[in-house]
Protein backbone atom coordinates (compact mmCIF):
# COMPACT_ATOMS: atom_id res chain seq x y z
CA UNK A 1 0.00 0.00 0.00
CA UNK A 2 1.26 3.66 -0.66
CA UNK A 3 2.26 5.33 2.03
CA UNK A 4 0.12 8.64 1.20
CA UNK A 5 -2.76 6.56 0.89
CA UNK A 6 -2.23 4.73 4.48
CA UNK A 7 -1.88 8.32 5.76
CA UNK A 8 -4.91 9.96 3.74
CA UNK A 9 -6.82 6.96 5.04
CA UNK A 10 -5.37 7.15 9.31
CA UNK A 11 -6.81 10.91 8.68
CA UNK A 12 -10.30 10.02 7.94
CA UNK A 13 -10.53 8.24 11.31
CA UNK A 14 -11.64 10.32 14.31
CA UNK A 15 -7.93 10.02 16.03
CA UNK A 16 -7.58 12.01 19.21
CA UNK A 17 -6.74 16.03 18.27
CA UNK A 18 -3.16 15.53 19.57
CA UNK A 19 -2.21 12.76 18.25
CA UNK A 20 -2.47 13.79 14.51
CA UNK A 21 0.31 14.27 12.08
CA UNK A 22 2.39 12.61 14.39
CA UNK A 23 4.62 9.77 13.31
CA UNK A 24 5.04 6.67 15.40
CA UNK A 25 8.77 6.15 16.84
CA UNK A 26 10.49 4.19 14.46
CA UNK A 27 14.40 3.37 14.19
CA UNK A 28 14.63 1.41 11.06
CA UNK A 29 15.03 -2.26 11.77
CA UNK A 30 16.92 -3.25 8.66
CA UNK A 31 18.51 -6.58 8.14
CA UNK A 32 22.20 -5.44 8.40
CA UNK A 33 25.18 -7.60 9.84
CA UNK A 34 26.17 -5.42 12.31
CA UNK A 35 23.25 -3.54 14.08
CA UNK A 36 24.51 -0.78 15.87
CA UNK A 37 21.51 1.65 16.21
CA UNK A 38 19.37 1.22 18.99
CA UNK A 39 22.12 1.19 21.68
CA UNK A 40 21.03 -2.76 22.28
CA UNK A 41 23.57 -4.40 24.39
CA UNK A 42 25.62 -6.34 21.60
CA UNK A 43 27.42 -9.09 23.88
CA UNK A 44 23.88 -11.60 23.28
CA UNK A 45 22.71 -13.49 26.77
CA UNK A 46 25.33 -15.30 28.36
CA UNK A 47 24.95 -18.93 27.83
CA UNK A 48 24.44 -19.24 31.92
CA UNK A 49 21.88 -16.51 31.78
CA UNK A 50 20.32 -17.90 28.84
CA UNK A 51 20.04 -21.52 30.75
CA UNK A 52 18.61 -20.10 33.79
CA UNK A 53 15.96 -18.21 31.94
CA UNK A 54 14.86 -21.43 29.97
CA UNK A 55 14.45 -23.15 32.99
CA UNK A 56 12.73 -20.29 34.99
CA UNK A 57 10.48 -19.73 31.80
CA UNK A 58 9.85 -23.69 32.02
CA UNK A 59 8.70 -23.71 35.44
CA UNK A 60 6.64 -20.56 35.47
CA UNK A 61 4.91 -22.40 31.87
CA UNK A 62 3.45 -24.88 34.79
CA UNK A 63 0.77 -22.23 36.42
CA UNK A 64 0.47 -20.56 33.07
CA UNK A 65 -3.41 -20.78 33.54
CA UNK A 66 -3.38 -18.80 36.94
CA UNK A 67 -2.65 -14.82 37.14
CA UNK A 68 0.68 -13.80 37.71
CA UNK A 69 1.78 -12.31 40.88
CA UNK A 70 0.05 -9.01 40.70
CA UNK A 71 2.58 -7.42 42.73
CA UNK A 72 6.02 -9.27 41.49
CA UNK A 73 6.41 -9.31 45.17
CA UNK A 74 10.34 -11.39 44.43
CA UNK A 75 11.13 -9.38 41.54
CA UNK A 76 10.88 -6.25 43.64
CA UNK A 77 12.52 -7.56 46.20
CA UNK A 78 15.54 -8.36 43.80
CA UNK A 79 15.38 -4.99 41.87
CA UNK A 80 15.49 -3.24 45.36
CA UNK A 81 18.47 -5.65 46.49
CA UNK A 82 20.18 -4.96 43.18
CA UNK A 83 20.21 -1.61 43.15
CA UNK A 84 20.93 -0.90 47.10
CA UNK A 85 21.22 2.64 48.25
CA UNK A 86 18.92 1.17 51.61
CA UNK A 87 16.12 1.12 49.15
CA UNK A 88 13.27 -1.37 49.97
CA UNK A 89 10.46 -3.82 48.06
CA UNK A 90 8.21 -0.52 48.48
CA UNK A 91 10.16 1.61 46.76
CA UNK A 92 10.02 -0.15 43.57
CA UNK A 93 7.85 -0.66 40.44
CA UNK A 94 8.58 -2.53 37.67
CA UNK A 95 6.52 -2.42 33.86
CA UNK A 96 7.37 -3.98 30.13
CA UNK A 97 10.04 -1.63 30.01
CA UNK A 98 10.94 1.52 31.02
CA UNK A 99 8.50 3.43 28.39
CA UNK A 100 5.60 1.77 30.26
CA UNK A 101 6.97 2.91 33.49
CA UNK A 102 6.95 6.57 31.98
CA UNK A 103 3.67 5.86 30.34
CA UNK A 104 2.49 4.95 33.88
CA UNK A 105 4.01 7.83 36.16
CA UNK A 106 2.18 10.22 32.71
CA UNK A 107 -0.81 8.49 32.96
CA UNK A 108 -0.91 9.21 36.99
CA UNK A 109 0.71 12.78 37.21
CA UNK A 110 0.38 13.98 33.77
CA UNK A 111 -3.13 14.41 31.75
CA UNK A 112 -4.80 17.14 30.39
CA UNK A 113 -4.03 20.89 31.52
CA UNK A 114 -0.51 19.55 33.04
CA UNK A 115 2.85 20.39 31.39
CA UNK A 116 6.14 17.72 30.81
CA UNK A 117 9.19 18.96 30.24
CA UNK A 118 12.07 17.81 28.67
CA UNK A 119 15.70 18.76 26.99
CA UNK A 120 16.14 18.28 23.57
CA UNK A 121 17.86 16.85 21.86
CA UNK A 122 17.13 14.16 24.56
CA UNK A 123 15.15 10.81 24.44
CA UNK A 124 12.95 10.93 21.18
CA UNK A 125 9.86 8.78 23.58
CA UNK A 126 9.19 11.44 25.74
CA UNK A 127 7.10 14.06 23.55
CA UNK A 128 5.34 10.80 22.33
CA UNK A 129 4.32 9.48 25.69
CA UNK A 130 3.12 12.83 26.45
CA UNK A 131 0.73 13.11 23.72
CA UNK A 132 -0.46 9.41 24.24
CA UNK A 133 -1.70 11.04 27.40
CA UNK A 134 -2.76 13.99 26.74
CA UNK A 135 0.03 15.88 28.25
CA UNK A 136 1.65 19.06 27.16
CA UNK A 137 5.23 18.67 25.56
CA UNK A 138 7.59 21.75 26.02
CA UNK A 139 10.96 21.16 24.65
CA UNK A 140 13.40 23.18 26.75
CA UNK A 141 17.18 24.75 25.78
CA UNK A 142 20.59 23.13 26.31
CA UNK A 143 23.48 25.12 26.16
CA UNK A 144 25.05 24.61 22.41
CA UNK A 145 27.55 21.96 23.49
CA UNK A 146 24.22 20.26 24.68
CA UNK A 147 25.35 20.38 28.03
CA UNK A 148 22.75 21.52 30.38
CA UNK A 149 23.46 23.38 34.01
CA UNK A 150 21.43 23.36 37.11
CA UNK A 151 20.92 27.12 36.60
CA UNK A 152 19.21 27.07 33.52
CA UNK A 153 17.58 23.81 33.97
CA UNK A 154 16.27 25.24 36.91
CA UNK A 155 15.32 28.67 35.56
CA UNK A 156 12.99 26.49 32.70
CA UNK A 157 11.51 24.79 35.38
CA UNK A 158 10.17 27.67 37.10
CA UNK A 159 9.36 29.27 34.25
CA UNK A 160 7.48 27.16 32.45
CA UNK A 161 5.48 25.81 35.82
CA UNK A 162 6.63 21.65 34.62
CA UNK A 163 4.26 18.91 36.49
CA UNK A 164 6.56 16.31 35.13
CA UNK A 165 10.38 17.48 34.34
CA UNK A 166 12.20 14.78 32.38
CA UNK A 167 15.95 14.26 32.57
CA UNK A 168 17.41 11.93 31.09
CA UNK A 169 21.07 10.71 32.37
CA UNK A 170 23.22 9.90 30.23
CA UNK A 171 21.30 11.67 27.63
CA UNK A 172 20.57 9.87 25.01
CA UNK A 173 21.42 11.10 21.72
CA UNK A 174 24.51 12.87 23.35
CA UNK A 175 25.62 9.82 25.99
CA UNK A 176 26.96 12.30 28.35
CA UNK A 177 25.89 12.30 32.09
CA UNK A 178 24.13 14.89 34.31
CA UNK A 179 26.06 16.01 37.52
CA UNK A 180 23.98 15.65 40.88
CA UNK A 181 23.24 19.34 41.29
CA UNK A 182 21.37 19.54 38.24
CA UNK A 183 19.25 17.21 39.36
CA UNK A 184 19.06 18.80 42.88
CA UNK A 185 18.61 22.29 41.41
CA UNK A 186 15.49 20.93 39.36
CA UNK A 187 13.91 19.27 42.15
CA UNK A 188 13.54 22.49 44.32
CA UNK A 189 12.64 24.62 41.48
CA UNK A 190 10.06 22.30 40.48
CA UNK A 191 8.32 22.95 44.65
CA UNK A 192 6.24 25.37 43.24
CA UNK A 193 4.45 23.80 40.51
CA UNK A 194 4.89 20.33 42.89
CA UNK A 195 6.49 18.89 39.68
CA UNK A 196 7.49 15.08 39.46
CA UNK A 197 11.05 14.38 38.56
CA UNK A 198 12.12 11.46 36.48
CA UNK A 199 15.49 10.89 36.09
CA UNK A 200 16.11 8.48 33.48
CA UNK A 201 19.05 6.26 33.74
CA UNK A 202 18.84 3.62 31.45
CA UNK A 203 22.62 3.56 30.89
CA UNK A 204 23.69 4.00 34.68
CA UNK A 205 25.59 0.72 34.25
CA UNK A 206 27.98 1.48 31.38
CA UNK A 207 29.15 4.96 33.48
CA UNK A 208 32.32 5.76 34.26
CA UNK A 209 33.49 4.20 38.04
CA UNK A 210 32.24 6.39 40.71
CA UNK A 211 29.85 8.16 38.68
CA UNK A 212 27.12 8.96 41.71
CA UNK A 213 23.30 7.56 40.16
CA UNK A 214 20.20 9.91 41.43
CA UNK A 215 19.21 7.00 43.52
CA UNK A 216 21.41 8.95 46.23
CA UNK A 217 18.81 11.64 46.50
CA UNK A 218 15.68 9.68 46.66
CA UNK A 219 15.93 9.82 50.81
CA UNK A 220 13.42 12.55 51.31
CA UNK A 221 12.57 14.03 47.59
CA UNK A 222 9.21 12.29 47.50
CA UNK A 223 8.71 14.09 43.80
CA UNK A 224 12.12 12.07 42.88
CA UNK A 225 11.39 9.03 40.64
CA UNK A 226 14.85 7.14 39.00
CA UNK A 227 13.57 5.03 36.48
CA UNK A 228 16.12 1.92 35.04
CA UNK A 229 15.74 -0.94 32.00
CA UNK A 230 16.92 -4.06 31.71
CA UNK A 231 17.13 -3.68 28.58
CA UNK A 232 20.92 -2.38 27.95
CA UNK A 233 23.30 -3.87 30.64
CA UNK A 234 21.07 -6.80 31.06
CA UNK A 235 20.98 -7.43 27.19
CA UNK A 236 17.26 -8.32 27.72
CA UNK A 237 15.83 -5.47 25.49
CA UNK A 238 13.23 -8.56 24.08
CA UNK A 239 12.25 -9.25 27.27
CA UNK A 240 10.48 -6.20 28.18
CA UNK A 241 11.46 -5.48 31.78
CA UNK A 242 11.71 -1.43 33.03
CA UNK A 243 11.76 -0.02 36.37
CA UNK A 244 11.55 2.45 38.69
CA UNK A 245 12.99 3.39 42.40
CA UNK A 246 10.71 6.27 44.23
CA UNK A 247 8.97 7.04 47.17
CA UNK A 248 6.56 4.30 48.44
CA UNK A 249 3.53 6.79 48.49
CA UNK A 250 4.50 7.45 44.09
CA UNK A 251 4.66 3.48 43.72
CA UNK A 252 0.89 3.38 45.24
CA UNK A 253 0.12 5.97 42.42
CA UNK A 254 0.97 4.30 39.79
CA UNK A 255 -1.20 1.00 41.15
CA UNK A 256 -3.91 3.36 40.53
CA UNK A 257 -3.05 3.61 36.43
CA UNK A 258 -1.23 -0.23 35.87
CA UNK A 259 -3.50 -2.95 34.21
CA UNK A 260 -4.78 -5.58 36.18
CA UNK A 261 -1.85 -8.13 36.05
CA UNK A 262 0.43 -6.09 33.20
CA UNK A 263 3.96 -8.08 34.27
CA UNK A 264 3.43 -11.33 32.99
CA UNK A 265 4.59 -14.84 35.13
CA UNK A 266 6.78 -15.41 32.17
CA UNK A 267 8.77 -11.23 32.11
CA UNK A 268 8.63 -12.21 35.89
CA UNK A 269 10.60 -15.12 35.96
CA UNK A 270 12.83 -13.83 32.87
CA UNK A 271 13.69 -10.99 35.00
CA UNK A 272 14.75 -12.48 38.17
CA UNK A 273 16.54 -15.03 36.48
CA UNK A 274 18.97 -12.42 34.74
CA UNK A 275 19.30 -10.78 38.20
CA UNK A 276 20.17 -13.54 39.91
CA UNK A 277 22.78 -14.49 37.54
CA UNK A 278 24.51 -11.24 36.70
CA UNK A 279 27.93 -12.05 37.02
CA UNK A 280 28.74 -12.58 33.71
CA UNK A 281 25.77 -9.73 31.95
CA UNK A 282 28.20 -7.43 34.42
CA UNK A 283 31.59 -8.69 33.00
CA UNK A 284 30.18 -7.94 29.83
CA UNK A 285 29.27 -4.07 30.29
CA UNK A 286 32.64 -3.69 31.38
CA UNK A 287 34.21 -5.11 27.69
CA UNK A 288 31.26 -2.48 26.05
CA UNK A 289 32.57 0.49 28.12
CA UNK A 290 36.22 -0.66 26.80
CA UNK A 291 34.63 -0.71 23.15
CA UNK A 292 32.74 2.48 23.87
CA UNK A 293 36.04 4.29 25.30
CA UNK A 294 37.87 2.89 21.86
CA UNK A 295 34.91 4.46 19.66
CA UNK A 296 35.77 8.05 21.55
CA UNK A 297 39.82 7.31 21.01
CA UNK A 298 39.65 6.46 17.69
CA UNK A 299 36.99 9.00 16.26
CA UNK A 300 39.23 12.08 18.01
CA UNK A 301 42.36 10.41 16.08
CA UNK A 302 39.95 10.59 12.74
CA UNK A 303 39.69 14.53 13.61
CA UNK A 304 35.50 13.99 14.21
CA UNK A 305 34.22 15.16 17.60
CA UNK A 306 32.89 13.03 20.00
CA UNK A 307 30.79 13.48 22.79
CA UNK A 308 32.07 12.47 26.31
CA UNK A 309 29.96 9.34 27.00
CA UNK A 310 28.96 7.39 30.08
CA UNK A 311 26.52 4.56 27.44
CA UNK A 312 26.96 2.30 25.35
CA UNK A 313 26.93 4.27 22.62
CA UNK A 314 28.79 7.79 20.85
CA UNK A 315 27.37 10.46 20.16
CA UNK A 316 29.82 12.06 17.24
CA UNK A 317 29.72 15.62 15.16
CA UNK A 318 32.25 16.65 12.81
CA UNK A 319 30.63 15.54 10.20
CA UNK A 320 30.37 17.20 6.46
CA UNK A 321 27.50 15.09 4.87
CA UNK A 322 26.25 12.80 8.36
CA UNK A 323 24.30 10.86 5.92
CA UNK A 324 26.07 10.02 3.35
CA UNK A 325 28.46 8.63 6.09
CA UNK A 326 25.21 6.65 7.58
CA UNK A 327 24.37 5.32 3.64
CA UNK A 328 28.45 4.11 3.29
CA UNK A 329 28.63 2.51 6.53
CA UNK A 330 25.02 0.47 5.81
CA UNK A 331 26.55 -0.78 2.38
CA UNK A 332 29.62 -1.90 4.64
CA UNK A 333 27.23 -3.74 6.75
CA UNK A 334 27.08 -1.23 9.52
CA UNK A 335 23.92 0.25 10.60
CA UNK A 336 23.95 3.31 12.39
CA UNK A 337 21.75 5.73 13.69
CA UNK A 338 20.97 9.43 12.13
CA UNK A 339 19.17 11.06 15.09
CA UNK A 340 18.77 13.80 12.95
CA UNK A 341 21.27 16.61 14.21
CA UNK A 342 22.99 18.21 11.42
CA UNK A 343 26.65 16.72 11.57
CA UNK A 344 26.09 14.15 14.03
CA UNK A 345 25.34 10.63 14.16
CA UNK A 346 25.52 8.09 17.11
CA UNK A 347 26.75 4.74 16.87
CA UNK A 348 26.29 1.88 20.02
CA UNK A 349 29.49 0.28 21.20
CA UNK A 350 29.32 -3.05 19.79
CA UNK A 351 31.78 -6.42 20.16
CA UNK A 352 35.31 -5.88 19.72
CA UNK A 353 34.65 -7.16 15.78
CA UNK A 354 31.84 -4.85 15.55
CA UNK A 355 33.37 -2.33 16.82
CA UNK A 356 36.58 -2.75 14.41
CA UNK A 357 33.89 -3.23 10.98
CA UNK A 358 32.53 -0.11 12.37
CA UNK A 359 35.75 1.79 12.72
CA UNK A 360 37.45 0.28 9.79
CA UNK A 361 34.43 1.55 7.31
CA UNK A 362 34.20 4.95 8.89
CA UNK A 363 37.95 5.84 8.39
CA UNK A 364 37.53 4.43 4.55
CA UNK A 365 34.49 6.72 3.81
CA UNK A 366 36.28 9.90 5.83
CA UNK A 367 39.19 9.01 3.48
CA UNK A 368 37.09 9.25 0.41
CA UNK A 369 35.37 12.38 1.40
CA UNK A 370 36.23 15.85 1.82
CA UNK A 371 38.29 16.91 5.57
CA UNK A 372 36.00 17.48 8.15
CA UNK A 373 35.44 20.89 9.84
CA UNK A 374 38.45 21.21 12.43
C1 LIG B 1 16.60 2.47 25.61
C2 LIG B 1 16.08 3.54 26.49
C3 LIG B 1 15.11 3.25 27.44
C4 LIG B 1 14.66 1.83 27.64
O1 LIG B 1 13.45 1.55 27.15
P1 LIG B 1 12.79 0.14 27.50
O2 LIG B 1 11.36 0.42 27.29
O3 LIG B 1 13.13 -0.18 28.91
O4 LIG B 1 13.37 -0.84 26.53
C5 LIG B 1 14.66 4.26 28.28
N1 LIG B 1 15.15 5.50 28.19
C6 LIG B 1 16.10 5.80 27.29
C7 LIG B 1 16.65 7.17 27.25
C8 LIG B 1 16.59 4.83 26.41
O5 LIG B 1 17.51 5.16 25.50
Redesign the pocket.
Known sequence: MLVSDQLERLDRLPLRTNLRGLSPYGAPQLDVPILLN??ENTHGVPADVQAAITEAVAAAATGLNRYPDREFTELREALAEYLGHGLSPDNIWAA???????QQILQAFGGPGRKALGFPP??S?YPLLASGTDTEYVGGVRADDYGLDAESAAAQVRETGANIVFL?SPN?PTGTGLSLDVVEAVYEAGEASQAIVIV?E??HEFAHDNTPSALTLLPGRERLIV?R????AFAL?GA???YMAAAPEVTDAIRLVRLPYHLSAVTQATALAALNHREALMADVEDIKVQRDRIVTELLRMGLKPAASDSNYVFFGGLEEPHKIWQGLLEAGVLIRDVGIPGHLRVTAGTEPETTAFLEALEALLDDAPPPHA
Open positions: VNNGSNEVLTYMCNDAYSTMSKARLG
